[in-house]
C-alpha cells in the first residue's frame, strides 16, 4: 500500500487543508500518516514532536523576530526559518513513499531541514498554501514582482539592513530547488499555480494545480432556522456572514467591508439586518465601527459549530485582499451560503458571477456593498464548483503520484 506522510507545523491549522487532505486520501485507501511540531489532534496516524524541538521553535521564533524588528507589517506575514528539526529520521518519513510539506515554518523546519528531506531521494511534495515558497519569504508579494527575479530591494524591509534578508533567503531557497529534482510543488489555486510558473524559483521547477479537498459529508446545508436557533440568532433577521481568525490582518480587507457596510447601512437602512463574526473574539472598536446590530460568536473549536455559522448566514464576505484558495470560501459554498468577494487570488475559482456569489472589483468598497445586496436580493444559493469534487481533486493527486514515482531523482 501506498505510503504518503504529510509535514504541518501545527494541527489543527487555519483552514486545516493538510488534515483534510489526509484524511480523505486514508478514505481512499492510501497509508497516510501526519507529523507535527505540535498537535491538538489526538488519533492513530497523527504524531508530533517532542519537548526539545519545541524549544527550538521558541528560539527559532524570537531570533526572527529580532531579525524582522524592522519590518514594514502592512504587507502581512514574512518568514526567514533559522532554527528547525531534522525529521528525515522519523519513523514516519522513514516509512513513506511520498513526503507532503504544508505549513512547516515557525521553527519546525528550516531550509536546511528541507534539504536534510530531498536528500532522501524520496519525492517531496512541497504543498503551497500561499507565496512563501516561491518569493524570498514574503507570504503575499501583493503588487510586488521582485520574485520572478531575485527579491532584492524588498518593500518590506524599506530601512536597509546590513544584511538583506529577501535576497539572502531567495538564494537559499534556489540552491536548494536547483540541487534536488526530487522536489514537486503544488497550488491549490490557479492564481498561485500562474505565480509559481513566473517565479525565477519555480518556472523550471515541475509546478502542479490541484485544488484543497472539503468533506462534503459534513459541509452540507441544514436547515437555517434550526442554525440560529443552536446559536442563539435572530430567526427574522438578514444576516450578513465575516470569519476571520484576524479580521485586522492586511490579507483580510477589514476595512473595504467596514466601508461597504457603512454604504450598505445608507442605501437601504439598519431594519432586521445584521451581522455576525465568527474566528475571532469580540473587539470593540470593530462592533463600534460596523453600523447593524453585531454579533461575535469568537473562536468555533470544531467544524459542526463552523456548518452552523455558515448555515445561519443569508450570505457571507471575504473582501481578502491577498489569498490563495481561502477555505472559508469553500466551507460557505457547501452549505448552500453565497459568497461575495474580491476578484482576487484564488476566490475567481470558486465563485461563479451572480450565479453562486458576487465577484466585486478589487479594492471597489461599492462594488462589495452591490455583491452583499445582490446576493441577499436575489436570495443566491452558494454551490461548491464540479472542479471541487473529491474524486476529481484525489484524481489528480494520484496522477501525482504516478508521475512522480517513476523519476528516479539525483540527490
Not at 441544514?222 to 443552536?230: F, H, L
Not at 466551507?331 to 466585486?360: Q, R, W
Not at 444559493?381 to 523519476?407: C, M, N, Q, W
Request: aromatic letters at 10%.
Amino acid at each position: 500500500m501506498l505510503k504518503v506522510v504529510h509535514l504541518q507545523t501545527h494541527l489543527p491549522s487555519s483552514g486545516n487543508a493538510a488534515f483534510r487532505l489526509h484524511e480523505a486520501l486514508c478514505q481512499a485507501g492510501v497509508h497516510s500518516s501526519m507529523l507535527s511540531l505540535t498537535s491538538d489532534i489526538a488519533q492513530e496516524g497523527i504524531a508530533h514532536l517532542g519537548r526539545k524541538p519545541q524549544v527550538i521553535s521558541f528560539l527559532n521564533n524570537k531570533l526572527q523576530a529580532w531579525l524582522t524588528q524592522n519590518m514594514d507589517w502592512q504587507f502581512g506575514m514574512y518568514s526567514f526559518p533559522i532554527l528547525g528539526s531534522n525529521v528525515a529520521r522519523h519513523a514516519q518519513v522513514r516509512a513513506a513513499d511520498i513526503v507532503y510539506l504544508h505549513w512547516v515554518l515557525g521553527g519546525f523546519l528550516s531550509l536546511r531541514n528541507m534539504e536534510q528531506l530531498a536528500r532522501l531521494g524520496k519525492p517531496v511534495i512541497v504543498f503551497m498554501h500561499d507565496m512563501w515558497a516561491i518569493t524570498g519569504g514574503c507570504h503575499h508579494s501583493f503588487a510586488c514582482e521582485k520574485y520572478t527575479l531575485k527579491c532584492s530591494g524588498c518593500q518590506m524591509f524599506p530601512a536597509r539592513e546590513r544584511y538583506e534578508l529577501p535576497a539572502l533567503e531567495f538564494a537559499k531557497k534556489q540552491r536548494l530547488y536547483q540541487k534536488y529534482d526530487n522536489l514537486f510543488f503544488v497550488a491549490p489555486s490557479k492564481w498561485l499555480y500562474e505565480l509559481a510558473k513566473r517565479s525565477a524559483l519555480t518556472r523550471d521547477k515541475p509546478v502542479y494545480h490541484i485544488p484543497n479537498v472539503i468533506n462534503t459529508g459534513l459541509f452540507k446545508p441544514v436547515a437555517k432556522k434550526v442554525a440560529r436557533q443552536v446559536l442563539n440568532l435572530d430567526a427574522d433577521d438578514t444576516i450578513i456572514a465575516f470569519g476571520a481568525a484576524s479580521p485586522r490582518s492586511p490579507y483580510k480587507g477589514w476595512e473595504y467591508l467596514r466601508q461597504a457596510l457603512t454604504l450598505l447601512y445608507q442605501a437601504h437602512g439598519g431594519d432586521k439586518l445584521s451581522v455576525v463574526i465568527f474566528g475571532s473574539s469580540h473587539d470593540e472598536q470593530i462592533a463600534r465601527a460596523i453600523p447593524f446590530k453585531t454579533t461575535f460568536l469568537g473562536r468555533l473549536r470544531d467544524d459542526y459549530s463552523t456548518v452552523l455559522a455558515y448555515n445561519a448566514a443569508d450570505v457571507f464576505v471575504a473582501p481578502s485582499l491577498a489569498d490563495n484558495l481561502p477555505t472559508t470560501v469553500m466551507e460557505s459554498m457547501c452549505c448552500g451560503t453565497p459568497v461575495a468577494g474580491f476578484e482576487v487570488g484564488g476566490i475567481p475559482d470558486m465563485i461563479s458571477h451572480k450565479e453562486n456569489g458576487y465577484l466585486a472589483k478589487y479594492k471597489d468598497a461599492q462594488d462589495l456593498a452591490d455583491g452583499i445586496q445582490y446576493c441577499i436580493g436575489e436570495q443566491l444559493k452558494g454551490s461548491l464548483l464540479p472542479a471541487f469534487a473529491a474524486d476529481a481533486i484525489l484524481a489528480r493527486h494520484f496522477a501525482l503520484y504516478d508521475e512522480v514515482l517513476t523519476l528516479k531523482p539525483q540527490a
